[in-house]
Protein backbone atom coordinates (compact mmCIF):
# COMPACT_ATOMS: atom_id res chain seq x y z
CA UNK A 1 0.00 0.00 0.00
CA UNK A 2 1.35 3.50 -0.80
CA UNK A 3 2.41 6.05 2.01
CA UNK A 4 0.55 8.49 2.42
CA UNK A 5 0.10 11.67 5.15
CA UNK A 6 -2.86 12.88 7.05
CA UNK A 7 -2.51 16.83 7.68
CA UNK A 8 -5.94 19.26 9.20
CA UNK A 9 -9.45 18.55 9.85
CA UNK A 10 -12.25 19.31 7.83
CA UNK A 11 -13.16 18.21 4.14
CA UNK A 12 -11.35 15.77 2.79
CA UNK A 13 -8.79 16.96 0.13
CA UNK A 14 -6.47 14.66 -1.73
CA UNK A 15 -3.34 16.00 -3.66
CA UNK A 16 -1.56 13.51 -5.81
CA UNK A 17 1.55 14.85 -6.68
CA UNK A 18 3.29 14.19 -10.67
CA UNK A 19 6.20 12.94 -12.09
CA UNK A 20 9.90 13.52 -10.87
CA UNK A 21 8.43 14.79 -7.76
CA UNK A 22 7.22 13.45 -4.54
CA UNK A 23 4.73 15.28 -1.84
CA UNK A 24 6.99 17.98 -0.83
CA UNK A 25 5.59 19.15 -4.03
CA UNK A 26 2.91 20.48 -1.82
CA UNK A 27 4.26 22.17 1.08
CA UNK A 28 3.27 25.87 0.47
CA UNK A 29 -0.29 23.93 -0.35
CA UNK A 30 -0.38 22.01 2.90
CA UNK A 31 0.60 25.01 5.28
CA UNK A 32 -2.12 27.05 3.32
CA UNK A 33 -4.93 24.53 3.26
CA UNK A 34 -4.28 22.56 6.55
CA UNK A 35 -6.34 24.54 9.15
CA UNK A 36 -9.41 24.22 6.74
CA UNK A 37 -9.62 21.18 5.46
CA UNK A 38 -8.42 17.44 5.99
CA UNK A 39 -5.47 16.25 3.32
CA UNK A 40 -4.57 13.53 2.48
CA UNK A 41 -0.88 13.76 0.90
CA UNK A 42 -0.52 10.08 -0.72
CA UNK A 43 3.19 9.30 -2.16
CA UNK A 44 3.01 7.60 -5.75
CA UNK A 45 4.90 4.11 -5.52
CA UNK A 46 8.72 4.91 -5.64
CA UNK A 47 8.86 8.07 -4.09
CA UNK A 48 8.79 9.23 -0.27
CA UNK A 49 8.13 6.33 1.95
CA UNK A 50 6.50 3.88 -0.72
CA UNK A 51 7.67 0.79 -1.94
CA UNK A 52 9.09 1.02 -5.67
CA UNK A 53 6.67 -1.17 -8.25
CA UNK A 54 8.38 -1.94 -11.62
CA UNK A 55 5.02 -2.44 -13.35
CA UNK A 56 3.00 0.27 -13.18
CA UNK A 57 -0.84 1.70 -14.45
CA UNK A 58 -2.83 4.36 -13.91
CA UNK A 59 -6.01 2.30 -12.62
CA UNK A 60 -3.66 0.58 -10.46
CA UNK A 61 -2.28 3.33 -8.69
CA UNK A 62 -6.36 5.05 -8.44
CA UNK A 63 -6.83 1.13 -7.38
CA UNK A 64 -4.36 2.27 -4.12
CA UNK A 65 -5.70 5.20 -3.86
CA UNK A 66 -9.37 3.66 -3.37
CA UNK A 67 -7.34 1.59 -0.22
CA UNK A 68 -6.37 4.54 0.92
CA UNK A 69 -10.04 5.80 1.61
CA UNK A 70 -11.29 2.48 2.64
CA UNK A 71 -8.78 2.14 5.50
CA UNK A 72 -9.61 6.19 6.43
CA UNK A 73 -13.60 5.44 6.00
CA UNK A 74 -13.63 8.39 3.90
CA UNK A 75 -16.92 7.75 1.56
CA UNK A 76 -16.15 10.39 -0.76
CA UNK A 77 -13.38 13.20 -1.44
CA UNK A 78 -12.08 16.16 -3.09
CA UNK A 79 -9.24 14.49 -5.68
CA UNK A 80 -6.63 16.87 -7.14
CA UNK A 81 -3.73 15.99 -9.72
CA UNK A 82 -0.91 17.53 -10.91
CA UNK A 83 0.22 16.34 -14.12
CA UNK A 84 0.44 12.13 -13.55
CA UNK A 85 -1.29 12.81 -10.46
CA UNK A 86 -4.50 14.41 -12.94
CA UNK A 87 -4.12 11.21 -14.80
CA UNK A 88 -4.45 8.87 -11.82
CA UNK A 89 -6.95 11.29 -10.44
CA UNK A 90 -8.85 10.75 -14.08
CA UNK A 91 -8.75 6.83 -14.00
CA UNK A 92 -10.07 6.72 -10.22
CA UNK A 93 -12.90 9.11 -11.49
CA UNK A 94 -13.64 6.27 -14.16
CA UNK A 95 -13.43 3.53 -11.88
CA UNK A 96 -15.14 4.78 -8.47
CA UNK A 97 -16.61 8.05 -9.98
CA UNK A 98 -19.04 7.76 -6.94
CA UNK A 99 -16.55 8.50 -4.30
CA UNK A 100 -15.26 11.71 -5.55
CA UNK A 101 -17.10 15.30 -4.03
CA UNK A 102 -15.60 17.19 -7.20
CA UNK A 103 -11.70 16.98 -8.88
CA UNK A 104 -9.42 18.82 -10.84
CA UNK A 105 -6.77 18.36 -13.32
CA UNK A 106 -3.95 20.34 -12.39
CA UNK A 107 -1.44 21.35 -15.62
CA UNK A 108 -2.71 17.90 -16.20
CA UNK A 109 -4.63 16.40 -19.51
CA UNK A 110 -7.34 14.32 -20.53
CA UNK A 111 -6.24 13.69 -23.61
CA UNK A 112 -3.99 10.35 -24.20
CA UNK A 113 -0.20 11.02 -25.15
CA UNK A 114 0.40 11.52 -29.51
CA UNK A 115 3.07 9.38 -30.98
CA UNK A 116 5.29 12.12 -30.71
CA UNK A 117 5.24 12.77 -26.78
CA UNK A 118 5.28 8.72 -26.93
CA UNK A 119 8.27 8.73 -28.74
CA UNK A 120 9.85 11.63 -26.55
CA UNK A 121 9.24 9.64 -23.49
CA UNK A 122 10.59 6.32 -25.08
CA UNK A 123 14.15 8.30 -25.29
CA UNK A 124 13.64 9.45 -21.56
CA UNK A 125 12.97 5.70 -20.63
CA UNK A 126 16.69 5.19 -22.37
CA UNK A 127 18.14 8.45 -20.87
CA UNK A 128 17.74 7.50 -17.04
CA UNK A 129 18.43 3.29 -17.99
CA UNK A 130 21.73 4.68 -19.29
CA UNK A 131 22.75 8.02 -17.69
CA UNK A 132 20.40 7.41 -14.10
CA UNK A 133 17.66 9.93 -12.31
CA UNK A 134 19.91 12.41 -11.03
CA UNK A 135 21.31 13.18 -15.17
CA UNK A 136 17.58 13.30 -16.18
CA UNK A 137 16.27 15.74 -13.54
CA UNK A 138 19.04 17.60 -14.02
CA UNK A 139 17.89 18.10 -17.96
CA UNK A 140 14.28 17.58 -17.46
CA UNK A 141 13.19 19.62 -14.48
CA UNK A 142 14.23 23.06 -15.84
CA UNK A 143 12.03 22.97 -18.41
CA UNK A 144 8.97 22.51 -16.68
CA UNK A 145 8.93 25.93 -15.68
CA UNK A 146 7.98 28.93 -17.50
CA UNK A 147 11.53 30.70 -19.48
CA UNK A 148 10.71 33.65 -17.49
CA UNK A 149 10.94 31.66 -14.16
CA UNK A 150 13.94 30.07 -15.06
CA UNK A 151 16.60 32.74 -14.11
CA UNK A 152 14.71 33.75 -11.26
CA UNK A 153 13.84 30.68 -9.84
CA UNK A 154 17.11 28.82 -10.29
CA UNK A 155 17.30 28.12 -6.08
CA UNK A 156 13.74 26.43 -6.43
CA UNK A 157 14.61 24.28 -8.97
CA UNK A 158 17.56 23.08 -7.99
CA UNK A 159 15.93 22.04 -4.92
CA UNK A 160 13.54 20.09 -6.64
CA UNK A 161 16.30 18.54 -8.46
CA UNK A 162 17.63 17.13 -5.38
CA UNK A 163 15.09 16.51 -3.27
CA UNK A 164 13.62 13.99 -5.98
CA UNK A 165 17.13 12.37 -7.26
CA UNK A 166 16.76 9.63 -4.67
CA UNK A 167 14.06 7.57 -7.14
CA UNK A 168 15.25 5.00 -8.64
CA UNK A 169 15.54 5.08 -12.68
CA UNK A 170 13.18 1.84 -12.36
CA UNK A 171 10.95 4.05 -10.37
CA UNK A 172 10.84 6.78 -12.98
CA UNK A 173 10.63 4.68 -16.19
CA UNK A 174 7.64 2.29 -14.53
CA UNK A 175 5.99 6.39 -14.54
CA UNK A 176 6.51 6.70 -17.88
CA UNK A 177 5.63 3.48 -19.24
CA UNK A 178 1.97 4.13 -17.24
CA UNK A 179 2.17 7.18 -19.30
CA UNK A 180 2.85 6.42 -22.14
CA UNK A 181 -0.08 3.29 -22.28
CA UNK A 182 -2.77 5.60 -20.50
CA UNK A 183 -6.10 5.60 -22.57
CA UNK A 184 -7.67 9.06 -23.78
CA UNK A 185 -9.73 10.11 -20.98
CA UNK A 186 -12.01 13.23 -22.67
CA UNK A 187 -14.74 11.13 -22.06
CA UNK A 188 -14.88 10.90 -18.31
CA UNK A 189 -14.30 14.84 -18.42
CA UNK A 190 -17.79 14.81 -20.50
CA UNK A 191 -19.91 12.60 -18.57
CA UNK A 192 -18.82 14.40 -15.33
CA UNK A 193 -21.63 15.76 -13.20
CA UNK A 194 -19.54 16.79 -10.36
CA UNK A 195 -16.99 20.08 -10.46
CA UNK A 196 -14.13 19.79 -12.26
CA UNK A 197 -11.36 22.31 -11.24
CA UNK A 198 -8.49 23.08 -13.96
CA UNK A 199 -5.36 25.17 -13.28
CA UNK A 200 -3.89 25.90 -16.49
CA UNK A 201 0.03 27.11 -16.96
CA UNK A 202 0.25 29.89 -19.79
CA UNK A 203 3.39 28.91 -20.68
CA UNK A 204 3.21 25.22 -19.86
CA UNK A 205 5.18 23.37 -22.38
CA UNK A 206 4.53 20.09 -20.46
CA UNK A 207 0.96 20.10 -21.11
CA UNK A 208 0.25 22.47 -23.52
CA UNK A 209 -2.50 25.58 -22.71
CA UNK A 210 -4.07 25.11 -26.46
CA UNK A 211 -4.30 21.68 -25.63
CA UNK A 212 -5.83 22.13 -22.32
CA UNK A 213 -8.11 25.16 -23.50
CA UNK A 214 -9.82 22.23 -26.11
CA UNK A 215 -11.56 20.36 -22.73
CA UNK A 216 -12.11 22.86 -20.25
CA UNK A 217 -15.10 23.33 -21.71
CA UNK A 218 -16.56 19.20 -21.57
CA UNK A 219 -17.33 18.99 -18.23
CA UNK A 220 -21.09 20.33 -17.36
CA UNK A 221 -19.32 22.49 -14.90
CA UNK A 222 -15.71 24.00 -14.88
CA UNK A 223 -13.36 26.12 -12.68
CA UNK A 224 -10.86 27.33 -15.19
CA UNK A 225 -7.78 29.40 -13.98
CA UNK A 226 -5.40 30.26 -16.32
CA UNK A 227 -1.94 31.31 -14.58
CA UNK A 228 -0.67 33.85 -17.20
CA UNK A 229 3.46 33.19 -15.62
CA UNK A 230 3.62 29.96 -15.32
CA UNK A 231 4.15 26.56 -16.76
CA UNK A 232 4.13 23.11 -15.52
CA UNK A 233 4.29 24.55 -11.97
CA UNK A 234 2.01 26.53 -11.11
CA UNK A 235 1.66 26.15 -7.21
CA UNK A 236 5.31 27.08 -7.02
CA UNK A 237 5.68 29.80 -9.83
CA UNK A 238 2.49 31.52 -9.12
CA UNK A 239 1.98 30.13 -5.31
CA UNK A 240 -1.02 32.31 -3.88
CA UNK A 241 -3.29 32.36 -7.21
CA UNK A 242 -2.66 28.22 -7.51
CA UNK A 243 -3.72 27.94 -3.57
CA UNK A 244 -6.53 30.59 -4.13
CA UNK A 245 -7.95 28.65 -7.41
CA UNK A 246 -8.02 25.52 -4.73
CA UNK A 247 -9.47 27.25 -2.08
CA UNK A 248 -12.24 29.08 -4.20
CA UNK A 249 -13.05 25.97 -5.82
CA UNK A 250 -13.44 24.23 -2.14
CA UNK A 251 -15.48 26.92 -0.80
CA UNK A 252 -17.93 26.56 -3.81
CA UNK A 253 -18.10 22.66 -2.94
CA UNK A 254 -18.84 23.50 0.51
CA UNK A 255 -21.66 26.22 -0.77
CA UNK A 256 -23.05 24.04 -2.99
CA UNK A 257 -22.11 26.55 -5.65
CA UNK A 258 -22.69 25.98 -9.19
CA UNK A 259 -21.22 29.31 -10.28
CA UNK A 260 -19.06 28.68 -13.97
CA UNK A 261 -15.84 31.15 -13.78
Known amino acids: MMHYTITGEGQPLMLIHGFGEDSRIWEKQITALKDNYQLIIPELPGTGQSPMQSSLTMESMADEILEILEKEKIESIVMLGHSMGGYVTLAFAEKYPERLMGFGL?????????????????????????????????????????????????KTIDKIINDNTYILPESLAAFLEAMKARPDRTEILKKATIPVLFIVGKEDQAVPFADTMQQVHLPELSYIYILQHSGHMGMLEETEKFTAAIQKFMNDLHMGGHNRI
Open 106 to 154: LHSTGFADPEAKKEARTKSINFIRENGSAAFLQTATVNLFAPANRETMV
